[in-house]
Protein backbone atom coordinates (compact mmCIF):
# COMPACT_ATOMS: atom_id res chain seq x y z
CA UNK A 1 0.00 0.00 0.00
CA UNK A 2 1.61 3.11 -1.10
CA UNK A 3 1.09 6.44 1.13
CA UNK A 4 0.73 9.83 -0.40
CA UNK A 5 2.92 12.54 0.66
CA UNK A 6 1.51 15.14 2.82
CA UNK A 7 -0.35 17.97 1.47
CA UNK A 8 0.74 21.62 2.22
CA UNK A 9 -2.85 22.26 3.91
CA UNK A 10 -2.83 18.84 6.05
CA UNK A 11 -0.37 18.96 8.88
CA UNK A 12 1.92 16.26 9.40
CA UNK A 13 1.82 13.45 11.69
CA UNK A 14 4.04 15.36 14.48
CA UNK A 15 2.33 18.16 13.96
CA UNK A 16 -1.32 17.39 14.45
CA UNK A 17 -2.82 17.85 17.96
CA UNK A 18 -3.88 14.74 19.79
CA UNK A 19 -6.73 14.27 22.07
CA UNK A 20 -5.19 11.94 24.45
CA UNK A 21 -1.27 13.08 24.20
CA UNK A 22 0.54 16.14 25.44
CA UNK A 23 -2.15 18.96 23.59
CA UNK A 24 -4.72 19.32 25.04
CA UNK A 25 -8.21 18.96 23.18
CA UNK A 26 -10.93 21.34 22.08
CA UNK A 27 -12.74 20.11 24.74
CA UNK A 28 -13.78 21.95 27.33
CA UNK A 29 -14.32 24.97 24.53
CA UNK A 30 -16.15 23.18 22.22
CA UNK A 31 -18.40 21.92 24.56
CA UNK A 32 -19.10 25.22 26.67
CA UNK A 33 -19.67 26.41 22.89
CA UNK A 34 -22.51 23.21 22.02
CA UNK A 35 -24.16 24.22 25.16
CA UNK A 36 -24.41 28.12 24.53
CA UNK A 37 -25.53 27.04 21.23
CA UNK A 38 -28.02 24.75 22.26
CA UNK A 39 -29.68 27.08 24.50
CA UNK A 40 -30.17 29.95 22.55
CA UNK A 41 -31.76 27.87 19.86
CA UNK A 42 -34.01 26.18 22.49
CA UNK A 43 -35.12 29.72 23.65
CA UNK A 44 -35.80 31.09 20.35
CA UNK A 45 -37.81 27.74 19.74
CA UNK A 46 -39.89 28.44 23.00
CA UNK A 47 -40.63 31.88 22.07
CA UNK A 48 -42.00 30.43 18.11
CA UNK A 49 -43.93 28.40 19.46
CA UNK A 50 -45.34 30.08 22.61
CA UNK A 51 -47.17 32.87 19.75
CA UNK A 52 -50.25 32.57 18.37
CA UNK A 53 -48.99 32.47 14.80
CA UNK A 54 -47.54 28.81 15.61
CA UNK A 55 -51.17 27.34 15.99
CA UNK A 56 -51.94 28.78 13.05
CA UNK A 57 -49.35 27.29 11.36
CA UNK A 58 -49.79 23.88 12.55
CA UNK A 59 -53.52 23.74 12.25
CA UNK A 60 -53.00 25.18 8.39
CA UNK A 61 -50.17 22.06 7.89
CA UNK A 62 -52.26 19.98 8.98
CA UNK A 63 -55.27 20.81 6.84
CA UNK A 64 -52.62 20.38 3.92
CA UNK A 65 -51.61 16.82 4.57
CA UNK A 66 -54.98 15.72 4.95
CA UNK A 67 -56.09 17.22 1.57
CA UNK A 68 -52.70 15.81 -0.12
CA UNK A 69 -53.73 12.42 1.46
CA UNK A 70 -56.96 13.13 -0.06
CA UNK A 71 -55.82 13.92 -3.31
CA UNK A 72 -53.37 11.36 -3.37
CA UNK A 73 -56.03 8.44 -2.60
CA UNK A 74 -58.14 9.61 -5.15
CA UNK A 75 -55.35 9.61 -7.87
CA UNK A 76 -54.47 6.51 -6.73
CA UNK A 77 -57.83 4.80 -7.50
CA UNK A 78 -58.19 6.56 -10.93
CA UNK A 79 -55.05 4.79 -12.13
CA UNK A 80 -56.45 1.32 -11.02
CA UNK A 81 -59.40 2.17 -12.45
CA UNK A 82 -57.82 3.26 -15.77
CA UNK A 83 -55.41 0.08 -15.54
CA UNK A 84 -58.61 -1.49 -15.57
CA UNK A 85 -58.23 -3.49 -12.45
CA UNK A 86 -60.58 -4.17 -9.87
CA UNK A 87 -60.11 -1.26 -7.18
CA UNK A 88 -61.45 -0.55 -3.38
CA UNK A 89 -64.40 0.66 -4.60
CA UNK A 90 -65.27 -2.99 -6.98
CA UNK A 91 -64.30 -5.31 -4.20
CA UNK A 92 -66.91 -3.78 -1.86
CA UNK A 93 -69.27 -3.47 -4.11
CA UNK A 94 -69.08 -7.26 -4.88
CA UNK A 95 -68.44 -7.78 -1.31
CA UNK A 96 -72.29 -6.74 -0.82
CA UNK A 97 -73.25 -8.85 -4.01
CA UNK A 98 -71.72 -11.86 -2.45
CA UNK A 99 -73.26 -11.22 1.01
CA UNK A 100 -76.94 -10.81 -0.79
CA UNK A 101 -76.17 -14.13 -2.83
CA UNK A 102 -75.23 -16.11 0.34
CA UNK A 103 -78.29 -14.92 2.54
CA UNK A 104 -80.43 -15.93 -0.63
CA UNK A 105 -78.51 -19.46 -0.91
CA UNK A 106 -79.45 -20.24 3.03
CA UNK A 107 -83.15 -18.89 2.89
CA UNK A 108 -83.20 -21.90 -0.09
CA UNK A 109 -81.64 -23.92 1.79
CA UNK A 110 -83.29 -23.67 4.82
CA UNK A 111 -86.60 -24.08 2.25
CA UNK A 112 -85.15 -27.89 1.15
CA UNK A 113 -84.29 -28.78 4.49
CA UNK A 114 -87.91 -27.96 5.46
CA UNK A 115 -89.49 -29.80 2.26
CA UNK A 116 -87.09 -32.80 2.98
CA UNK A 117 -88.30 -32.92 6.65
CA UNK A 118 -91.72 -32.78 5.83
CA UNK A 119 -91.10 -35.53 2.74
CA UNK A 120 -89.81 -37.58 5.08
CA UNK A 121 -92.58 -37.34 7.62
CA UNK A 122 -95.22 -38.64 4.84
CA UNK A 123 -96.36 -35.17 4.28
CA UNK A 124 -96.93 -34.27 0.59
CA UNK A 125 -95.55 -31.18 -0.88
CA UNK A 126 -99.02 -30.27 -2.63
CA UNK A 127 -100.31 -29.61 0.86
CA UNK A 128 -97.68 -27.37 1.99
CA UNK A 129 -97.73 -25.08 -0.97
CA UNK A 130 -100.77 -25.94 -3.84
CA UNK A 131 -98.55 -23.67 -6.19
CA UNK A 132 -95.75 -25.46 -5.91
CA UNK A 133 -97.66 -28.76 -7.33
CA UNK A 134 -97.24 -30.58 -10.37
CA UNK A 135 -99.92 -29.96 -12.42
CA UNK A 136 -102.44 -32.82 -12.96
CA UNK A 137 -103.53 -34.01 -16.43
CA UNK A 138 -107.02 -34.80 -15.18
Do not use: C, W, Y
Amino acid sequence: MTSLPPSADQPSADERPELNGDRPGPGPDLRRFLEEAESSFAQALEKMVAGPMFGLLLAQTTENMVALSKIARESADLAVSNLRIAGRRDVIRLERQLGRTEDKLETLLQEIEGVRSELANGHRVADRAPSLAPASDD
